[in-house]
C-alpha cells in the first residue's frame, strides 16, 4: 500500500512564495508518475503539475506555467511543488497523487494514491 503525506501548506500573501512537500512510502517510489492537484471550495479538483518517474519530463496548468515548479528526490521518496508569485486565486487544498504507470497524466481519474491535502490560502 501506498502512503502520500503532504505539507508545507499555509496562509500567505499575494506575491509570496511557499514550497509543497509530499512523503510517499513504498520502496518502489521511482516507479510512479506523481502529481499535484488542486481544489477550491466549491469547485472540482483540478490539475496543476506532474512529473515522469525519473523526473526528467514535466507537466503544468496554464495557470501555473512560469509560477510553480515540481521536482523529486527518488532517494528520499519525496515530490515538491515550489509555488512562486502566488496570486489569491491559487487557494485551494493541494493534493499529491502518485500512478504506478510510464503514462504521465493530467487527469485526477488516472491517479490510484492520494494523499490527504494541505490548505493554501493567498491573501490579496
Known amino acids: 500500500q501506498v502512503q502520500l503525506v503532504e505539507s508545507g501548506g499555509g496562509l500567505v500573501q499575494a506575491g509570496g512564495s511557499l514550497r509543497l512537500s509530499c512523503a510517499v512510502s513504498g520502496r518502489t517510489f521511482s516507479s510512479y508518475v506523481v502529481g499535484w492537484f488542486r481544489q477550491a471550495p466549491g469547485k472540482e479538483r483540478a490539475f496543476v503539475s506532474s512529473i515522469s518517474r525519473s523526473g526528467v519530463s514535466t507537466f503544468y496548468a496554464d495557470s501555473v506555467k512560469g509560477r510553480f515548479t515540481i521536482s523529486r528526490d527518488n532517494a528520499k521518496n519525496t515530490i515538491y511543488l515550489q509555488m512562486n508569485s502566488l496570486k489569491p486565486e491559487d487557494t485551494a487544498v493541494y493534493y499529491c497523487?502518485?500512478?504506478?504507470?510510464?503514462?504521465?497524466?493530467?487527469?485526477?481519474?488516472?491517479?490510484?494514491?492520494w494523499g490527504q491535502g494541505t490548505q493554501v490560502t493567498v491573501s490579496s
Open positions: 497523487a502518485a500512478d504506478p504507470t510510464t503514462v504521465v497524466s493530467r487527469s485526477p481519474r488516472a491517479y490510484d494514491y
